[in-house]
């Protein structure tokens, strides 16, 4: 099967793909905006700062890949695929399907190669 260190490889890269792929998306809703800005500045937030945030740190964090990274990769994937079909029930918002199986795929990978408990995926002073 996978030892601990396919499992950071592939948990790496995941993260460092993941996170360019939000940075991405963020920049791109940053310079042509969105419907949702309104809203942002109502409650004194940038979305898409913090997008760019995000993918920035999914990025970094491919060099010490640890399960509060992981968990914070599956969550957003699983509230991505929400949002989708959240949007999929509405008759003013479409959803975005490519958004939807971007996000599946990594989910699937993301658990797939969660860290186990006795993968040394957690932070230590060699590090």
Avoid: C
């Avoid at 998306?25 to 409650?43: I, M």
């Avoid at 490519?98 to 795929?105: H, K």
């Amino acid at each position: 099967m996978f030892t601990s260190e396919h499992r950071r490889a592939v948990v790496s890269v995941a993260l460092a793909i993941q996170g360019a792929l939000i940075l991405v998306g963020a920049v791109l809703v940053g310079f042509n905006g969105s419907l949702s800005a309104p809203l942002d500045n109502v409650v004194g937030a940038e979305a898409s700062v913090a997008a760019i945030v995000l993918g920035a740190a999914f990025i970094l964090a491919f060099r010490t890949p640890n399960r509060s990274w992981v968990n914070l990769a599956i969550m957003y994937e699983a509230l991505a695929i929400i949002s989708q079909l959240w949007k999929n029930n509405g008759f003013t918002m479409r959803p975005t399907w490519t958004t939807t199986v971007v996000s599946g795929i990594f989910l699937i990978a993301f658990a797939a190669f969660y860290p186990r408990a006795d993968d040394s995926l957690e932070m230590s002073p060699a590090h």
